[in-house]
Each structure stands twice: as structure tokens, then as C-alpha cells.
């Protein structure tokens, strides 16, 4: 029987109160140079305004490559991510305080304090990955496409719960998270074993792209009106889904080929029951 382990949350609720404190601090300090920017003349204002837009995009580069890094931590088998965006925010950072504390001749000054700011940036966030993860004894290639495949699925699991937090019902959304902890067993044994990948890309095809198009019909549905009928179904759906998923994946873990075939085709009928068709 699959367990469901304690590390599964969402990563995206993984960060540390102190950065988060730091992250939050980043995106109002910004303001402080606005009261003094509309008492300078044209290009002092201007260059004030343009440190304001450069030091907001820097907390927001680093927001997203704290998540980034949050996903990558997260993960036995990990790619890293393909644009450095601390590094990057640490730049803008630089950037934006250069401007906003630049006074005709006093270029040198502008620069010392963006490069302090800059740094002081990267030692409260640090930089971001700098290689791919991959667990001992699993060769590049092969850590590779399990690093893919994972992000495959959990985009799907992503448009899933926005698709259903469009609907602001709080119990559903909490449901579906439900549902992605489940989901995210079998990642976390398909990158301890990454031999089992290829039954599993198959199976998370059709269980993953089913359960993502209902809950996007579903909130089609409610966007035109609610129903308690069609809410009903789709909590009935991922139930179903749900209690059958572990068993389900413990024939696809145990490469029961014949086993896995009859349940990829029971659930490509359930689905297509449901008004939902996966290729």
C-alpha cells in the first residue's frame, strides 16, 4: 500500500518566515522614493519612477525564483531552472538603486551603493541552483526525463487548482489539493525508481489530463451558474479517482504490464462517461 508522505504540501507554501519577511520588506521599500521623486525636476523624476519599476521587478524576480528553488528542493530528480532569476533580481536591485539615489556627478556613489545593494541581495537570498539533481546511481539522461515528465504533471496539477480556485469555492480548492498530495506519491516513487517512468507517463496521461479537463468543464460550468449537481459529479470524480489511485499505481510500480493495461482502460471509459475523451 502507497503511504502518503509528509513532504508532499504544495512547495509553493514552503518558505522560511524570514525570507518571507525579507521578500515582503522588498516589495514596500520601493515606495519610500516616491514621495521625493515628484519634488524633482523631469529627469530626476523619471529616473526615480524607472528605480521604482526596477526594484518592484527585483522582488518579484526573487519571489519567483524562491519558488523556483522551493520546487527544485522539493524534488529528487530536478532540473535547474532555466533562468537564474535571483541573480538576475540582484542585478535589477543594483540597478534600481543606482537610479534612485543617482544626483548629476555623483555617478560613483550611484554605483558603490548599487553594488552593496546587489550584494546584500544575494546574502539574504542567495543564488539560485546551479545544476540539475539527480539521485545516486541515475545517469543524467535518464534523471533528465524524470525531471521532465515531473514537470509535465505538475503543470496539469497547477491548471487544476487555479481552474478551481476561479471558482472561489475554499472547500473545493481544498479538495483538489487533496487530490495533487495523492498525484504526488507517485512522483516521489516514480524519481526513486526511474525505471518505472515509461508505464508511468502513460498512466499519469490519462489519469492527470482527465481529472485537469473536468475540473476546467466544471468551472466553465459554474462560471455560467452554480450547480450543485455538477459540483456533486466532479467531487464524485476525484473520489473515485482518488481510491483507486493507489492500488492503480502499485500495479503500474510493480510493472504488471497486463494489470496496468486493464486499468489504464477503466479509466479511459470512466472518463469518457464523464463527457471527457483522453488520447
Same mark, same amino acid.
Given at each position: 500500500m502507497v503511504t502518503?508522505? +509528509? &513532504?508532499?504540501a504544495d512547495w509553493r507554501e514552503r518558505r522560511p518566515a524570514r525570507a518571507t519577511l525579507r521578500l515582503n520588506l522588498m516589495f514596500v521599500l520601493p515606495f519610500a522614493l516616491l514621495p521625493g521623486a515628484f519634488m524633482q525636476a523631469p529627469a530626476g523624476l523619471a529616473l526615480r519612477l524607472v528605480a521604482v519599476a526596477l526594484?518592484?521587478?527585483?522582488?518579484?524576480?526573487?519571489r519567483e525564483g524562491m519558488r523556483a528553488e522551493a520546487a527544485y528542493e522539493a524534488r529528487r530528480v530536478a532540473r535547474r531552472p532555466a533562468l537564474a532569476r535571483k541573480a538576475? $533580481? $540582484?542585478?535589477?536591485m543594483a540597478a534600481g538603486l543606482g537610479c534612485g539615489v543617482y544626483v548629476p556627478g *555623483?555617478?560613483?556613489?550611484? /554605483?558603490?551603493?548599487?553594488? #552593496? *545593494? $546587489?550584494? #546584500? =541581495? /544575494? *546574502?539574504?537570498? %542567495? /543564488? +539560485?541552483?546551479m545544476?540539475? !539533481? =539527480?539521485p545516486d546511481g541515475v545517469a543524467g539522461w535518464q534523471g533528465d526525463r524524470v525531471a521532465r515528465a515531473v514537470a509535465d504533471a505538475e503543470s496539469q496539477l497547477a491548471a487544476m487548482r487555479d $481552474?478551481?480556485? %476561479?471558482?472561489?469555492?475554499r472547500d473545493l480548492v481544498a479538495r483538489v489539493e487533496a487530490f495533487r498530495a495523492r498525484a504526488r506519491e507517485l512522483f516521489l516513487r516514480i524519481e526513486a525508481e526511474p525505471a518505472r517512468l515509461a508505464g508511468a507517463r @502513460?498512466? #499519469?496521461g490519462v489519469y492527470l489530463l482527465g481529472a485537469c479537463d473536468a475540473a476546467k468543464q466544471y468551472a466553465a /460550468?459554474?462560471? !455560467?451558474? @452554480?450547480? *450543485? &449537481?455538477?459540483r456533486a459529479r466532479f467531487v464524485a470524480l476525484l473520489d473515485d479517482l482518488e481510491r483507486d489511485f493507489a492500488a492503480r499505481s502499485e500495479a503500474l510500480l510493480a510493472d504488471d504490464r497486463a494489470r496496468l493495461d486493464i486499468e489504464i482502460e477503466v479509466l479511459r471509459e470512466r472518463l469518457q462517461r464523464e463527457g471527457l475523451r483522453p488520447e
Open positions: 502518503r508522505p +509528509d &513532504h508532499v526594484m518592484l521587478l527585483a522582488a518579484w524576480l526573487t538576475v $533580481a $540582484a542585478v535589477a *555623483g555617478a560613483g556613489a550611484a /554605483l558603490v551603493i548599487g553594488a #552593496l *545593494g $546587489a550584494a #546584500l =541581495h /544575494l *546574502g539574504a537570498f %542567495g /543564488l +539560485d541552483p545544476r540539475d !539533481k =539527480h $481552474a478551481v480556485a %476561479g471558482t472561489g469555492d @502513460r498512466y #499519469l /460550468l459554474d462560471r !455560467k451558474a @452554480r450547480d *450543485g &449537481h455538477a
